[in-house]
């Protein structure tokens, strides 16, 4: 289950990517509205506001970023090594790898999870390597997810790489989290891009509301940031979503490890907005469920939490 729904994330990343690069995913500002609650819409006197500037961060400092070569893990005969930090102008940065299959069977290597800066960041990164032979690899950072994080330094990579076989798709060996510090590792950014409006705070858990974008890729996008402190690794989805009073099948669903934060969106398909004569969302109401991500028990299913949109 966890699997399935990290290759359809990440097949929504892949589409999204292409949109960045063919210059379709560039919203219109005005179509992006910020969260907020019920209570503050009632109280603030209505005054106009933008979104917070953070999504504006550039996603360079202008330094070149290095790391030295490094064995990330060897084990059964298979070896991965870092050799190289790297910036592509489409795909953005991400670490050249050497991997090296010294067993006697077809192998794959994918990630089980990917931290920048104590970042979650979804990773599209899988290579098959037969027997016997090398290949030599790219792991790309998400440049519209580090940016969203307001990530200008990269200079901390968490990897938990998931080696598996080629054909039967059966796990050889998941490895323990590797550590890569770069040049910037002194000079990385650390504040959490929290602003704006919080939905949910319990148990270590919390979740902001920050943004609507109307104009994304596949609909309309609600960006959530996400803090996880609860002492193990969550996963959270959506339940009972309404917009505007109307039930909708939104997609979400993401896993924060303990001690880190993700920077995610609930994607509303324009085609349910349609559906349902949905021009602009005013107002959200939705539940969070929280579950462990490797039992899958439940954590805490929330009360319903109702928002709206300015």
């Not at 050497?98 to 999870?113: F, P, R, T, Y």
């Not at 910037?184 to 979740?207: Q, V």
Request: contains cysteine; negative net charge.
């Amino acid at each position: 289950m966890q699997r399935n729904m990290k290759w359809i994330a990440a097949v929504l990343c892949l589409a999204g990517f292409a949109a960045m690069a063919s210059g379709c995913a560039q919203s219109d500002p005005g179509e992006t509205k910020q969260i907020v609650s019920n209570k503050e819409l009632e109280t603030a006197g209505v005054e106009e506001s933008t979104p917070d500037g953070s999504e504006d961060l550039e996603t360079s400092s202008g330094v070149a970023v290095t790391i030295d070569e490094q064995v990330l893990f060897e084990q059964d005969g298979i070896v991965v090594t870092a050799t190289e930090y790297t910036t592509d102008s489409i795909w953005g940065d991400g670490i050249k790898l050497l991997l090296e299959n010294n067993s006697d069977k077809d192998i794959s290597v994918g990630c089980n999870a990917l931290m920048v800066n104590d970042y979650m960041i979804t990773d599209l990164f899988a290579s098959s390597i037969a027997a016997g032979k090398k290949a030599n690899e790219t792991l790309y950072l998400s440049s519209t997810q580090l940016k969203a994080a307001g990530i200008e330094n990269v200079g901390k990579i968490e990897i938990y790489f998931h080696v598996y076989d080629s054909s039967t798709y059966d796990t050889v060996f998941d490895t323990e989290c590797v550590t890569i510090q770069t040049s910037e590792y002194a000079n990385m950014d650390t504040m959490p891009n929290d602003a704006g409006t919080e939905l949910y705070s319990r148990d270590g858990i919390r979740i902001v509301g920050k943004t609507v974008d109307e104009n994304s890729f596949w609909g309309t996008a609600i960006l959530l940031y996400i803090e996880n402190n609860s002492g193990k690794n969550v996963g959270i989805s959506v339940d009972d979503m309404s917009v505007n009073g109307f039930m909708l099948s939104p997609f979400f669903s993401t896993t924060v490890y303990d001690g880190k934060k993700a920077i995610n969106d609930i994607t509303v398909f324009s085609s349910d907005l349609e559906e349902n004569g949905i021009e602009t969302i005013e107002e959200v109401e939705l539940k969070f469920n929280i579950y462990d991500a490797d039992s899958y028990s439940t954590i805490s299913d929330s009360e319903p939490i109702t928002f709206s949109t300015w």
